[in-house]
Structure formats: structure tokens, C-alpha cells
């Protein structure tokens, strides 16, 4: 099998913390993985610089994880279907708002052989009422196989390699293990399971008891 070509769907705090630990893999891995990690990023202005430019010269994200060296291999592309489009695993990390408008744009531009792994926390709200899960809106959108890895992990710590743990759910167990390759190092724990649907509901459900949390009364401080 050629080497499997990578393409990571965002680039803000989680987004390029994740690119950190795919571009390390890439190059650990050149028998699996394509020497070019793309990932795609929205432009912008950085103190009158593309920030595109900024990562592909400086390799590192000043705006939203600064500090932090990414891989040489990781390529910073401006046109999400440019980064995409030869890709055979696309990992989506961008704010759950606006995944279903990036997959409009991809459809029918990727390869129909390309998996997908979501590590977008939240719940799309379906027509007519009811819930869509992000793994649901990207495979429907892009009629391929999508996994979920979700975690109680904070990307600067993730960053900065402290120790972390996630779980990939995976209907397929071949492609679980796969994915698991791209993802997993010393510092960044994976372990597979099969129930995709509990992995991404308790990895978007987290995110709101916190927020739940953040607003009980009891954790008001008051003033006396």
C-alpha cells in the first residue's frame, strides 16, 4: 500500500496541537504516511502577514498556539479543497458551526476511498428537530466511513506533551487500528473500541456538563 496521504481539516488551538502530533508520526512512519501533512487554514492577517505564510516559514502558529514548533512537513493550504482533495484520511477539528458548510464544499471533490475521524465535540441540530452527531453529518455529506476520537484533554497540555489520553470509536476495527497510528505517541495514549456513538456523545456531552458546571451556583464565588 502507498504511503497514506493526511489532511487536517482545521488549524486553531486543537487543530494544530493534533497537526504537532500527526506530522511527528508522519515522519516517524514514512513507510504508512506521505512525507506532506496538509492542513488547511483559514487566512488571515498576522501582524501583516498570511498566517499561512507565518506556519510554512516559522513553523508555528502564532495566533493560536504559540510557542509551540510544529513538523516541518506540516503544510499550511489556504483552499480547504486543495488540502483535501488527494487526501486518503481527513481529521475534521474545526468548530462544529461550521462543518457542515466545509463538507458542501468538499462534496464530490475528495477521493470516494478517503476515511474521515472527527475530533469536533457538539451536536448538529437536524431538520424537523432531534440531534445529528458530527461523524452523521460528515459521513452523510461526504459518503465515507467516519470514526470519533474524543477526550478530557486540553490542547496546550496536549502542546506541550504532557501525558493524555483519547479514544477513537470505530465501527471498523481494521480502520480503528489505522487511525490509531496516526494518532497515538509516547505522551498521547489511544486505546480502539467498536461503539463509535457512545465515544462522540460522552466526548460532546463533557463539553456541556462543564459548561453546566462552570454555571452551578455552588461554584459562584461570592462577596462578602
Known sequence: MAPQKICIIGSGNWGSAIAKIIGFNAEANPQL??????????????????LTEIINTEHENVKYLK?????QRVIAVPDVVEAAKDADILVFVLPHQFVQRTCETLKGKIKCSAVAVTLIKGFEVAEGGGILLISDVIRQS??????????????NEVAQENYCEATIGCRDAQLGQK??????????????????????????LKTDFSLLDNYHPMNQTSKC
Do not use: H, S
Open 142 to 155: 461526504l459518503n465515507i466511513p467516519c470514526a470519533a476520537l474524543m477526550g478530557a484533554n486540553i490542547a
Open 67 to 71: 510557542g509551540i514548533k510544529l513538523p
Open 33 to 50: 504516511f506521505d512525507t506532506e501533512v496538509k492542513m488547511w487554514v483559514f487566512e488571515e492577517q498576522v501582524n501583516g502577514r498570511k
Open 179 to 204: 487511525l490509531k497510528t496516526v494518532f497515538q505517541t509516547k505522551y498521547f495514549r489511544i486505546v480502539c473500541v467498536q461503539d463509535e456513538t457512545t465515544v462522540e456523545v460522552c466526548g460532546a
